[in-house]
T-cell receptor, first 114, second 113 residues
Framework: GQQVMQIPQYQHVQEGEDFTTYCNSSTTLSNIQWYKQRPGGHPVFLIQLVKSGEVKKQKRLTFQFGEAKKNSSLHITATQTTDVGTYFCAGPEDSGGSNYKLTFGKGTLLTVNP | DAGVIQSPRHEVTEMGQEVTLRCKPISGHDYLFWYRQTMMRGLELLIYFNNNVPIDDSGMPEDRFSAKMPNASFSTLKIQPSEPRDSAVYFC???????????FGPGTRLTVL
């Protein structure tokens, strides 16, 4: 079945440093979504990328979708303590063309030292 | 607007007992998902419904797990009998028609002793 891998598993940074997490799928994706889960919280949708090579920005967050639509990255510039949490990528399983069943990566836990 | 509502938020039970988790999706959403999250396995999809009909239950671990959606505003996930390895956080999520974004509830933390 489809596999979605994320690296690194953990990342600890000093406040103000940049952070990047990478997501790789074993299959070509029609789209990719990113979620953030604060400690003790629930996943919250951040963004969806659909087009090959797409780049989207949300303030200090930059999301990229690879040209082959099999990988993606999330980059945070100048991290803040509010960025702490686990960042997940998720891609739809394409069996039967369903875009509603998502496979989540294991996530990258970001901790920020103030 | 209220988000996805789950109850209870915490459940502690003993091995062998029946556990029922409840979910109320966002009004108007026609997809409902049940996930289980553990440190070892991450976030796993158990089952999802569309218009109250189960579409894919391939993630349900075994016959001890069952899920129902009797109407558009309510779903249950039942574990009978429960086992210690079922201890996890169970999330319910919903999606609107035509939308792929999922809205997660706060989760139920289940501990089976």
């Amino acid at each position: 079945g489809q596999q979605v891998m994320q690296i690194p598993q953990y990342q600890h940074v000093q406040e103000g440093e940049d952070f990047t997490t990478y997501c790789n799928s074993s299959t070509t994706l029609s789209n990719i979504q990113w979620y953030k889960q604060r400690p003790g919280g629930h996943p919250v949708f951040l963004i969806q990328l659909v087009k090959s090579g797409e780049v989207k920005k949300q303030k200090r967050l930059t999301f990229q979708f690879g040209e082959a639509k099999k990988n993606s990255s999330l980059h945070i510039t100048a991290t803040q303590t509010t960025d702490v949490g686990t960042y997940f990528c998720a891609g739809p399983e394409d069996s039967g063309g369903s875009n509603y069943k998502l496979t989540f990566g294991k996530g990258t836990l970001l901790t920020v030292n103030p | 607007d209220a988000g996805v509502i789950q109850s209870p938020r915490h459940e502690v039970t003993e091995m062998g007992q029946e556990v029922t988790l409840r979910c109320k999706p966002i009004s108007g959403h026609d997809y409902l998902f049940w996930y289980r999250q553990t440190m070892m396995r991450g976030l796993e999809l158990l089952i999802y419904f569309n218009n109250n009909v189960p579409i894919d239950d391939s993630g349900m671990p075994e016959d001890r797990f069952s899920a129902k959606m009797p109407n558009a505003s309510f779903s249950t996930l039942k574990i009978q009998p429960s086992e210690p390895r079922d201890s996890a956080v169970y999330f319910c999520a919903s999606s609107p028609p035509g939308g792929r974004r999922q809205y997660f509830g706060p989760g139920t933390r289940l501990t089976v002793l």
